[in-house]
């Protein structure tokens, strides 16, 4: 089945430094892989997506390259600021045209001290 | 804001209850989904609707019935709940139906549920 492998948070970061998220995953056929953010009392929003081998997703400042030889697709921003605090999901669709919806992965807790 | 609308944002409720949360999205989207978060697990899919039908169910208990009158409304029923019940609900909706490979879900705020 399909599963994804999210780093424990919380990740605790201080103000303008280099973030990495890991996210790596298991699935059959050729998944589009995503991103989701979730804010402080809302609901998810999709951040960056891939959907094919070695495409970068980018947005907001934050980049994550589909990786199929490691099955990863790594969060990273350059320098965070403390609006990005929140919980981060990566998650996967493997297209098979069923009913599956997303396979999330458990979120990671980001906090950005000042 | 994202289009889809929770409610109520907040819900106690006791053992022998019954209550109903309700989602509402006016994006013209096809398909809408029920998620539960709970802290320190994956999001679980729930229920699945397309265009109206219910296209899954995740082996989810009967104490938790769906509904869905029509494209832009889905309720979950909820009677006989467990402590364990405890979570956020989440709803959201997309475009297209289930399944494909750009599929872009939006979702609510959610509801946070407390079975006492």
């Known amino acids: 089945g399909n599963s994804v492998t999210q780093m424990e948070g919380p990740v605790t970061l201080s103000e303008e430094a280099f973030l990495t998220i890991n996210c790596t995953y298991t699935?059959?056929?050729?998944?589009?892989l995503f991103w989701y953010v979730q804010y402080p009392g809302e609901g998810l929003q999709l951040l960056l997506k891939?959907?094919?081998?070695?495409d970068k997703g980018s947005n907001k400042g934050f980049e994550a390259t589909y990786r199929k030889e490691t099955t990863s697709f790594h969060l990273e921003k350059g320098s965070v600021q403390v609006s990005d605090s929140a919980v981060y999901f990566c998650?996967?669709?493997?297209?098979?045209?069923?009913?599956?919806?997303?396979?999330f992965g458990k979120g990671t807790h980001l906090i950005i001290q000042p | 804001e994202t289009g889809v609308t929770q409610t109520p944002r907040h819900l106690v409720m006791g053992m022998t209850n019954k209550k109903s949360l309700k989602c509402e999205q006016h994006?013209?989207?096809?398909?809408m989904y029920w998620y539960k978060q709970s802290a320190k697990k994956p999001l679980e899919l729930m229920f699945v609707?397309?265009?109206?039908?219910?296209?899954e169910n995740n082996s989810v208990p009967s104490r938790f019935s769906p509904e869905c009158p029509n494209s832009s409304h889905l309720f979950l029923h909820l009677h006989t709940l467990q402590p364990e019940d405890s979570a956020l609900y989440l709803c959201?909706?997309?475009?297209?139906?289930?399944?494909?490979?750009?599929?872009?879900?939006?979702f609510g705020s959610g509801t946070q549920l407390s079975v006492l």
């Open positions: 959201a909706s997309s475009l297209g139906p289930p399944g494909q490979a750009n599929e872009k879900l939006f």
């Open positions: 891939a959907t094919k081998a070695d």
């Open positions: 994006l013209g989207h096809n398909a």
């Open positions: 998650a996967l669709n493997n297209a098979r045209g069923g009913a599956d919806g997303l396979t």
């Open positions: 609707y397309s265009l109206e039908e219910r296209v």
């Open positions: 699935a059959t056929g050729y998944p589009s």
